[in-house]
Each structure stands twice: as structure tokens, then as C-alpha cells.
């Protein structure tokens, strides 16, 4: 059987900036830079549009004015852009400075004209790194605006569907395509939900067939991945349940029956989360108590061995101590050790001995001691 693999958690430190002006747009060191991809769509067409600026976005929607527009940022390494489309869309600027600060928790929030949500998208990449990143959306009029803080391609099924044009998606708005989004987040937390689980499954093989110290390390960082995963899904299913109560017209009545059943796959993720630590949990105790019980089998047998050598520790101790029968005169010292010059004294001892030990391992094995081991 194969050990698991380390999880890694990939390096993401928060950028604190005490005393900034609130809604300052302030990038992070190692923002990547921004790429833009605009998909403007109706029911019988799809355009797709690639670039680094604000024009990318200006001539696409100047172009397509009866499409649907999502429009993909990767990357947050561009205040200018991120100014750009606040002022192009009239957003906030508290808003950009919770797009571009990429440690938010789950939320949804409605303003006039447009609602904004984040969500944490969580899994694990080929290097075996749990990445921890942010998505953000800005739904207004016929457009949303996503951003995401990698090149990833982590809505490529969406973009499948777009392609293919089956079913409501180029129809239903950008409230759908919104909700679409979401929903693919909650199905990948399955994903990843899934793959640990199998690390659960690997860890619990080993602890039964060949355990040591690593399974309490592996299990342990299972259990501080659930967490993290934790603290994505409790306030995802608040901000859900804040969209499906928004009386924003961004999020339509038709998009809210969706948002229902995203609902029930947060509940169902959160309980997995929950599951899950309970077993690694137990697994850690588990490995815990049997280590003390075989710290206790050990200390068991040391005990008996003691057991058997305490007599005879002390018959050799008193024949060590080797006081002579007779002084150097011949004469006989009264109350010193007469077997000393017993004839065969020697073989006698160790036959007494050896029918000590004999003795004893007997009646150890008649109270069940050995059979316990």
C-alpha cells in the first residue's frame, strides 16, 4: 500500500495595510498580471474576445449591444484596469478594494444598480498544494464580471456549455451565469471533498496493517485542510441564502430555483466537512490509544521478566556477598555462610533457581498473563 502524500499548503500571505484610506485599490506584491477574456452571447451567438485593457472590454460591448456579457478577469495585478472598470460600471470603490484584498470570506452584497458576491475556490493542484484563492462577481444590467486571483481554468464546463449553446445558459441572464459560477465552486468542494477522503482511507489502511507516528502527522493535516474547507462553506451557505432572499431584479426568480439547490449542495458539503474530522479525529485517538496499549504490553512483559529475576537477583546476591566459613586460622566463624564449602554448592543453586523461575512462569501462565501479551 502506497503512504499518502504530504498536503502542502501554498504560500498566500495577507497584505495588511494599517491606516490605508478605506477603499484604496493597494496590490499585492504578487498579484499576476491581468488577462481579460470577454464571452458577449444570446440565444444564436457567441463572441469571444481576448486582451490587457479597458478597450478589450469598451469595443466587445460596443460591438455585441444585444449580447450578454461575461467578462473574465485572471489576475488582480492591474490597478489601473480595476479603476477602469469601476468607473466604467459605476462600482463602488469598496467593492474593488474587496476584489483586489483576496481574504475575504463568502459574502453577498446588493447596491444600487449591480449585487456583488466572493466566494473561496479551494483544491488541490498538481504539486499536491491545497491553493486557497479568491472569486469575485459583479453582476449589473447584461453584464457580470468575474475575477479570479490565477490563470487557472477552473470554469472551463461552463465555458463548454457557452460553446455549445445547449439548454437556458446563454438565455437566462447574468444572474444565471452568476449562479453557474457559484455552483461550480460548491461541485469542485465535492471534488476535493472526495480526494480527501481517499487520503482518509489510505491513512486508516495503514494504521491498521503498519501504523507509526506519521499516520497522527497526515491525519492532522487532513483535519486543518477540513477546516480551511470549513470556513468556506459556512458563510457560502449564508451568502446563498441571501441571494435566494435578494429582491435585487439582477437575481431572478428563475435563477433563485437554482439557487435553492446550490443551497443543498453547501448543506451537504458541510456535513461531509463535518464527517470527515470527526473520522480523522478518531483516527488520531485511535493511533493514540493503541500506542499506550502497547506501551502497556511492553511494560507488561518488562514486569514479568522482573518478576522472575527479583528471586533469583536475590539468591545471587546473598551468595555474592561471599563471607568465609573459616578464618585464616582454620577456625570455624560462627554465623557466617556454612554452604560455602557445600560439595556441588553451585549446581544446587542454579538448580534452585531454575526451579523458581520455573515456578513462577507457571503460575503466570495459569492466571492468563502470557496469553494476553
Known amino acids: 500500500m502506497g503512504y499518502t502524500k504530504r498536503v502542502r499548503y501554498k504560500n498566500h500571505k495577507r497584505h495588511i495595510n494599517a491606516g490605508a484610506r478605506p477603499g484604496s485599490i493597494i496590490i499585492p506584491h504578487d498579484a499576476l498580471p491581468s488577462k481579460i477574456t470577454i464571452y458577449s452571447f444570446n440565444q444564436d451567438d457567441l463572441q469571444v474576445s481576448k486582451g490587457e485593457d479597458m478597450q478589450t ?17 485572471n489576475g488582480l495585478g492591474d490597478a489601473r484596469l480595476m ?3 469601476g468607473t466604467f460600471l459605476s462600482i463602488n470603490q469598496l467593492v474593488l478594494e474587496d476584489i483586489v484584498n483576496t481574504h475575504q470570506r463568502p459574502k453577498f452584497d446588493e447596491y444600487d444598480g449591480y449585487v456583488f458576491g466572493t466566494s473561496r475556490i479551494i483544491y488541490f493542484n498538481n504539486e499536491t498544494e491545497l491553493v486557497n484563492c479568491q472569486f469575485s462577481g459583479i453582476v449589473k444590467d447584461n453584464i457580470i464580471i468575474s475575477f479570479e486571483e490565477s490563470y487557472v481554468d477552473y470554469f472551463e464546463a461552463i ?3 457557452l460553446k455549445a449553446g445547449k439548454g437556458n445558459i446563454r438565455t437566462a441572464g447574468p444572474g444565471y451565469i452568476f449562479y453557474t459560477l457559484i455552483d461550480t465552486i460548491l461541485d469542485n468542494y465535492f471534488v476535493l471533498l472526495s480526494q480527501i477522503g481517499d487520503l482518509i482511507d489510505q491513512i486508516e489502511d495503514k494504521l491498521y496493517q503498519s501504523p507509526d507516528k506519521s499516520i497522527m502527522f497526515d491525519a492532522q493535516q487532513l483535519k486543518r485542510t477540513l477546516i480551511i474547507v470549513r470556513r468556506a462553506c ?17 437575481i431572478t426568480k428563475e435563477t433563485k430555483l437554482f439557487l435553492r439547490d446550490a443551497y443543498d449542495h453547501c448543506i451537504q458539503a458541510m456535513d461531509m466537512v463535518e464527517s470527515y474530522k470527526e473520522v480523522t479525529s478518531s483516527i488520531i485517538d485511535l493511533y493514540l490509544s493503541m500506542v499506550s496499549n502497547r506501551m502497556n504490553e511492553i511494560m507488561k512483559v518488562l514486569t514479568i521478566i522482573s518478576a522472575i529475576f527479583i528471586p533469583l537477583t536475590f539468591i545471587a546476591g546473598v551468595y555474592g556477598m561471599n563471607f568465609s566459613r573459616e578464618d585464616t586460622h ?11 564449602y557445600v560439595q556441588h554448592g553451585y549446581v544446587y543453586a542454579l538448580i534452585c533457581m531454575l526451579a523458581i523461575a520455573v515456578i513462577q512462569i507457571f503460575i503466570f501462565w495459569k492466571k492468563g498473563w502470557f496469553s494476553k501479551l
Open 57 to 73: 472590454i469598451t469595443r466587445q460591448i460596443a460591438k455585441c449591444t444585444d449580447h450578454t456579457h461575461w467578462i473574465r478577469v
Open 330 to 340: 582454620g577456625h570455624v566463624i560462627k554465623d557466617n555462610m556454612p554452604e560455602l
Open 159 to 161: 465555458i463548454v456549455r
Open 234 to 250: 459556512w458563510p457560502e451557505r449564508d451568502k446563498i441564502n441571501d441571494m435566494i432572499r435578494s429582491e435585487s431584479p439582477e
Open 83 to 85: 479603476e477602469d472598470i
